[in-house]
T-cell receptor
Framework: TQLLEQSPQFLSIQEGENLTVYCNSS?????LQWYRQEPGEGPVLLVT?????EVKKLKRLTFQFGDARKDSSLHITAAQPGDTGLYLC?????????????FGQGTILTVHP | EPEVTQTPSHQVTQMGQEVILRCVPI?????FYWYRQILGQKVEFLVS????????KSEIFDDQFSVERPDGSNFTLKIRSTKLEDSAMYFC???????????????FGAGSRLTVL
């Protein structure tokens, strides 16, 4: 059974600060996805990383996939109140497990003005 | 933007009753999924469905659960005899072909909250 440990679970910071969220596993994933989920809605995909060592940027968000494809990080620069929300990482096993994602427990981010 | 729609948004039922949750996936998608999230816990995979049959299911998806695509547009999850522990948010998702990178991109619905009393 693949597991993804996401940390921290809660993050409360001031506007303008930087932060990093981590996802770690002992298993290898074929790809890793980051989602954001608003209350009352389903997860919305932010990015997919596929290659070990891959870095993707989405404005102030930087996503990295570990070289061994077992871990990933989300870094937000100069956080804004609009970044407040639940962030989820999810790993795909690949192969015949098409679409079966293993989710982390999520990070609730609160950015105070 | 295309979206996955789910009904009902909230259903309250008595233990032992049958429940059907409905989903309309994105129209040109080929792969369909159900996930669930018990309050305070992780989002968990239940089942994937392709070409009118189950591709993969988790250990949660026991004989009380079934899925169906009855008319080419709807995708349903049936729980035959609900238990208290079935109370959760149920998310439907769909995806098209694999991307060139090999990754699978799922679009999730807003969820159906099931409360079993």
């Amino acid at each position: 059974t693949q597991l993804l440990e996401q940390s921290p679970q809660f993050l409360s910071i001031q506007e303008g600060e930087n932060l990093t969220v981590y996802c770690n596993s002992s298993s290898v994933f074929s790809s890793l996805q980051w989602y954001r989920q608003e209350p009352g809605e389903g997860p919305v995909l932010l990015v997919t990383v596929v290659t070990g060592g891959e870095v993707k940027k989405l404005k102030r968000l930087t996503f990295q996939f570990g070289d061994a494809r077992k871990d990933s990080s989300l870094h937000i620069t100069a956080a804004q109140p609009g970044d407040t929300g639940l962030y989820l990482c999810a790993g795909a096993a690949g192969g015949t497990s098409y679409g079966k994602l293993t989710f982390g427990q999520g990070t609730i981010l609160t950015v105070h003005p | 933007e295309p979206e996955v729609t789910q009904t009902p948004s909230h259903q309250v039922t008595q233990m032992g009753q049958e429940v059907i949750l409905r989903c309309v996936p994105i129209s040109n998608h080929l792969y369909f999924y159900w996930y669930r999230q018990i309050l305070g816990q992780k989002v968990e995979f239940l089942v994937s469905f392709y070409n009118n049959e189950i591709s993969e299911k988790s250990e949660i998806f026991d004989d009380q659960f079934s899925v169906e695509r009855p008319d080419g547009s709807n995708f349903t999850l049936k729980i035959r005899s609900t238990k208290l522990e079935d109370s959760a948010m149920y998310f439907c998702a769909s995806s098209g072909w694999r991307t060139l990178s090999g990754a699978n991109v799922l679009t999730f619905g807003a969820g159906s909250r099931l409360t079993v009393l």
